[in-house]
């Protein structure tokens, strides 16, 4: 009769089989939109530190809390003084302060796509159901409405310090809907020219440093050039001039059709074919800055 021995692992051997109660996942298949919607909400979040530290919190809500003060000075000054009209307009606070709204897009715009560049999780992003279009969208978006929420926040303490002053409700309002176009748009230009920077470098130190460059340096640029244009008699060159920064290129927008005082030297703003010409270019930069955007990604994302 046969005896059967029973099989022995060799000597050291540590093989193990677990069961860890893995299970497949039978819920619902949430694709695309969530995704997008979820990366989007999750950026918008970040562009204010909300989920992170308090050291990621400081500066975006410290820049935030310096684009409401001069807003809630003039209320104060408005109501105390009982003024006829707000000392400045809606759509020349976004102006006055365009060097909080470029440093804010200069610490933010890396902080969004520059931590996905340096530790390669870009491609883990694409290893779901969602493709370049989706994360460039949402990245755009959630730049654009952090940008918003900044720069039309004053605009609404001012709005609503005028009202309490008992100004005019329909002025104001016109006002109010005018300065919301025009940071709306401020807004877009300046997140797409800040997100195609920052995609550059996975460096978020020189993504910073490129970013005020580009924003700063080529509005003092554009400035010097229309002082000096005016002062040797030069006005019709004005205009032109202020196409090559973006900040005159809002300031051009507005001025040319939304009602507002233009900023320029001599206070010579474009004519409506040549305000034309400004909001093609505005359109043209946000679209171009969307396409670059989706080039880069295809690439980093292989």
């Not at 099989?7 to 939109?33: C, E, K, M, W």
């Not at 003084?81 to 809606?90: I, R």
């Not at 679209?287 to 880069?296: D, E, K, S, Y």
Request: charged share 15%.
């Amino acid at each position: 009769m046969a005896v059967e021995h029973p099989v022995t692992a060799p000597a050291g051997d540590q093989t193990r089989i677990h069961n860890i109660g893995y299970r497949s996942y039978d819920g619902p298949r949430l694709g695309r939109a969530y995704a997008r919607r979820s990366l989007y909400s999750q950026s918008l979040r970040g562009a204010y530190g909300l989920g992170r530290s308090v050291k990621s919190k400081v500066l975006p809500m410290l820049l935030f809390v310096v684009m409401c003060v001069p807003a809630a000075i003039m209320v104060a000054v408005a109501v105390a003084t009982k003024a006829k009209e707000l000392p400045v307009d809606y759509t020349r606070y976004a102006i006055i302060m365009q060097a909080v709204i470029s440093l804010y897009v200069a610490s933010q715009a890396p902080q969004s796509v520059s931590r996905d560049l340096r530790f390669k999780t870009v491609p883990l992003y694409f290893s779901r159901p969602i493709e370049t279009a989706d994360y460039v969208r949402a990245k755009l978006a959630a730049m654009a409405s952090a940008l918003f929420v900044l720069t039309a926040a004053p605009l609404l303490v001012l709005y609503v310090g005028a009202l309490l002053a008992k100004l005019d409700f329909a002025d104001q309002t016109k006002g109010f809907g005018q300065g919301l176009v025009s940071v709306a748009l401020l807004s877009l230009l300046f997140a797409g020219i800040g997100l195609v920077i920052a995609s550059v470098t996975p460096r978020r130190g020189f993504g910073i440093a490129a970013v005020i460059a580009v924003l700063t340096i080529s509005y003092g640029a554009v400035s010097t050039l229309q002082a000096i244009a005016e002062a040797q008699d030069s006005a019709g060159s004005i205009p032109w001039i202020g196409l090559f920064s973006p900040v005159t290129l809002i300031d051009g927008v507005q001025s040319a059709f939304l009602g507002a005082s233009s900023a320029f030297p001599g206070g010579v703003g474009p004519s409506d074919g040549q305000g034309v010409v400004y909001v093609l270019v505005v359109l043209g930069l946000i679209g171009t800055a969307h396409a670059l955007l989706i080039r880069r990604y295809r690439k980093v994302g292989l």
